[in-house]
């Protein structure tokens, strides 16, 4: 199960109705959270969300309504008296940009480890300790500064097959080894994994776009992806021309990238200040990809895995 | 005229409930800031303040929760297209403090001048073309950490009287040139505005302490003032201790202090977490200095003259 909470959906300006757009991940005993704008700490103790544990902080690009949050965020974990290490990772120029908000958050009680993004990470071997079947993914995508989106995965154990692990043998006391990927000897044979595990089953997709115009990368990214929170900061088409020159989205832009990538659901965020009511554009996305939201500070589910 | 507004009376840390200390100054077409935590530009929002054509950023001190919010302040003033300069004073380590911040901020649209206290400045010495009957000064206050208070004051110009000119013969077209400060010659009889003016009149006085202890030099620098906005961090006499410990102080000492200075009324501001409800605590205050008002996110108010 991935839960997954919207603590923003405002773009560029942090505004009293609605804060700078951010999502918190929790899953498998890991907290993930992507962007930190100014007030991203507050919107989280709105939605009743603790950051305190948060291990992983993946940046999407260092516009400030993306990272201005940082220094606050850091000095309150250290008030807290956290000792755990905190990940940060982010595109090219992490080193760089992080360089003043480590200076402004001075010293702290934990390690701040910065990291660039493998292909396709587990992060167990980021945080150990932690379940092997869960991945995140950095994908670049097209903002008037290099910037990426994430994907995070939870992958599905395929099923043990009871039945023919009795047919081939294999003592009940053996079946927990061959659950976790590792074969057994019964008599002079050797008993693997995929003799007893059944078809490989759909895992969980999760992907945050962070800011980002209409993109191949991003399409491919989520591919049946089960949640994608994407920047939609323009609501009418009319404003495709604007979007494109200032690398962002509108509603539609946002439902056809959805649709495209074969996803399940999609809640839109990074709203531009002249969006008073998002539900005024929804159309606009719905007409293309019905299963839109207009995501809002606070919204909130759970990602299951399917029967 | 001066108007203050009290963006947010949180200490530490900016909650739902309540921003981070910060207070709006507006007088004689200039408008002063006092402190910027993280959330500060949201908290003006929504107390329908415009932060765009703030001159002066007065920093009390370094600590996070009273800086964090210039980057993204900075960025929207750029977005906003400001092209005026944006003066920032503080106490010693002002441009090191900075350093990390203007570099987040980035390429701006105007310049950011960065400038120490004197004594006591005209406020027309910094920006050239306002009135020049405004002063801001900077008073050494007690915190862990090099901290100091501003208290602001616009003095009042002498009567002018109509029936001493006449006496004297002056012309009355020669009348505002002597109301301005400036002598004239009226035959062969130099006119001074001494001889014109009547008694000094009482100016109005106001306080921003930032974070500190009780101190004399804050009680010096609020002697007879109209308003102070003074941190009281703890509610309880219980926690002097820790109060004096972590350099705040509680609200009975807040009290004590506007009351030692001749201060004329008070509002309590900075509260700890712990505070839920500050009116529970307001009669350890009251009880020493009646005219207390526990502060909130958006009070207002508008100084006058006295007739």
Chains 1, 2 share one sequence.
Request: glycine share 10%.
């Amino acid at each position: 199960m991935i839960n997954i909470t919207l603590l923003g959906t405002s773009g560029l300006l942090p505004t009293p109705e609605r804060a700078l757009t951010s999502a918190l991940l929790g899953c498998g005993g890991t907290s993930i959270l992507f962007d930190c704008g100014e007030g991203t700490q507050t919107a989280a103790r709105k939605a009743s969300c603790s950051l305190a544990k948060v291990d992983i902080i993946a940046l999407t690009h260092y516009h400030g309504d993306h990272i201005f949050g940082l220094p606050g965020l850091m000095q309150t974990m250290f008030s807290m008296g956290r000792t755990d290490p905190l990940y940060i990772t982010g595109p090219t120029g992490l080193e760089e940009n992080m360089e003043p908000i480590l200076k402004l958050a001075g010293e702290l009680s934990y390690e701040v480890v910065l990291f660039h993004m493998g292909a396709r990470m587990r992060i167990c071997d980021i945080i150990k300790g932690l379940p092997d079947n869960m991945f995140l993914s950095a994908f670049l995508t097209e903002h008037r500064t290099v910037s990426c989106g994430y994907s995070f995965e939870l992958e599905r154990g395929r099923r043990f097959l009871p039945d023919r692990a009795g047919e081939l043998g294999v003592p009940v006391d053996m079946w927990k080894t061959l659950q976790h990927g590792k074969s057994v000897t019964v008599g002079d044979m050797t008993v693997t994994p995929d003799m007893v595990l059944g078809e490989p089953r759909e895992g969980i997709k999760f992907i945050f776009t962070g800011d980002t115009s209409p993109c191949r990368s991003l399409v491919e990214a989520a591919r049946g992806a089960d949640l994608m929170i994407c920047e939609a900061t323009y609501g009418d088409d009319d404003q495709k021309d604007m979007a494109k020159e200032r690398g962002h989205m509108t509603f539609s832009q946002a439902a056809q990238c959805a649709k495209d990538a074969g996803a399940k659901r999609l809640w839109l965020a990074h709203y531009s200040q002249r969006i008073k009511d998002p539900g005024d554009y929804l159309h606009f996305a719905a007409d293309i990809f019905p299963d839109t939201v207009c995501g809002y500070d606070g919204l909130s589910t759970e990602l299951v895995h399917r029967m």
